[in-house]
C-alpha cells in the first residue's frame, strides 16, 4: 500500500472508542495503527499467511467470501467504520459487499473505501490510440474484475444505502490538485472516498 493511499485511510478513519472492520486486512498493520487510537479492529482476510501476521495485530480476523453471507457475528458487531481499500474491484458484486456492511455498520456508520479510477485521464489517451494490455499489477491487472468511474462508484454507493461525505482523491498531477481536484473523474488516479451508512 503507498504511504498517501494509507495515511488517507487513517485520516478518513479519525477517532477512538471505535468499532472498525479492515476487508482484505492483509497482515494487519493498517489496522493497527487504527486500533492503537485506542479503537478495535477486526479484519477479513483470504491469505492464511497473512491472517496469521493479522491475528498478533488486530482482535479478531475472519475468513470467508465478502459477497456472501457474512458472519453472524460479525454482523452484531454494531461497527462505526468499514474499510474497503482496494477491494470492490476485486468482486463481482460490489453492491452486495457493501450491503452487507451497511447491515453490520451501526446507524450513521460509514464505508472509507478506495480504487483505482478507470477513466483517469492518461488511460483516455491510451484508449483513444488503441494502448491496452493486462499488466500482472497495477491498474489492469487480473485480478481487476470491476473498473470503477466517478459515476459508477457513486451509483454503487446509493444503490447499497451510503452517501459519499468527505473525498480525498489521489489526484495525477499532484501539484495542480488545487485545480484538477475539480474533476476527479478525469485527474483522480485512486478515488479516496468516505460514505455515511443512509
Not at 493498517?30 to 486500533?35: A, F, L
Request: charged fraction near 25%; glycine fraction near 8%.
Amino acid at each position: 500500500m503507498s504511504h498517501t493511499r494509507r495515511d488517507r485511510i487513517l485520516q478518513l478513519s479519525q477517532g477512538s472508542r471505535m468499532r472498525v472492520v479492515d476487508l482484505g486486512c492483509a497482515n494487519g498493520a493498517m489496522g493497527k495503527r487504527i486500533r492503537d487510537r485506542g479503537n478495535w479492529v477486526g479484519g477479513v482476510e483470504l491469505s492464511r499467511e497473512a491472517q496469521e501476521l493479522a491475528r498478533s495485530a488486530l482482535g479478531q480476523v475472519w475468513e470467508f467470501d465478502i459477497q456472501e453471507d457474512w458472519p453472524i457475528e460479525l454482523q452484531r458487531q454494531d461497527l462505526d467504520i468499514v474499510i474497503a481499500s482496494e477491494v470492490l474491484e476485486h468482486v463481482f458484486d460490489p453492491v452486495a459487499v457493501l450491503r452487507h456492511a451497511h447491515g453490520a455498520l451501526k446507524s450513521g456508520g460509514h464505508v472509507v473505501i478506495t480504487t483505482p479510477n478507470f477513466m483517469t485521464w492518461t488511460n483516455r489517451l491510451k484508449f483513444l490510440v488503441g494502448a491496452f494490455a493486462y499488466q500482472h499489477e497495477g491498474m489492469f491487472d487480473f485480478g481487476h474484475i470491476r473498473w470503477f468511474t466517478y459515476a459508477y462508484l457513486k451509483s454503487v454507493l446509493a444503490e447499497s444505502g451510503f452517501r459519499i461525505t468527505e473525498e480525498r482523491h489521489i489526484l495525477f498531477p499532484g501539484k495542480l490538485s488545487w485545480l484538477v481536484r475539480r474533476w476527479p473523474s478525469l485527474f483522480a488516479w485512486q478515488f479516496i472516498v468516505k460514505a455515511q451508512k443512509i
